[in-house]
């Protein structure tokens, strides 16, 4: 849900910021170090620092 409009920021900042993603299937180790609870979640850095942590909810549609 989330993929598409990350891809799309992006883009539209190329250059100017860079967005990474994780698999945690396939880098458990990795969550637990940044204190990551629940998925999708957003860490934001800058100059190598953790400014901040974001979990992303999406409403339930039927």
């Not at 170090?33 to 979990?55: A, N, Y």
């Amino acid at each position: 849900m989330i993929a598409p409009i990350l891809d799309e920021i992006a883009g539209e900042y190329e250059g100017k910021l860079t967005i990474g993603k994780l698999n945690i299937d396939h880098n458990p180790a990795t969550p637990p170090k940044f204190g990551i609870r629940g998925i999708p979640t957003l860490l934001l850095f800058k100059m190598v620092k953790l400014r901040q942590r974001k979990l992303v909810l999406f409403p339930r549609l039927n």
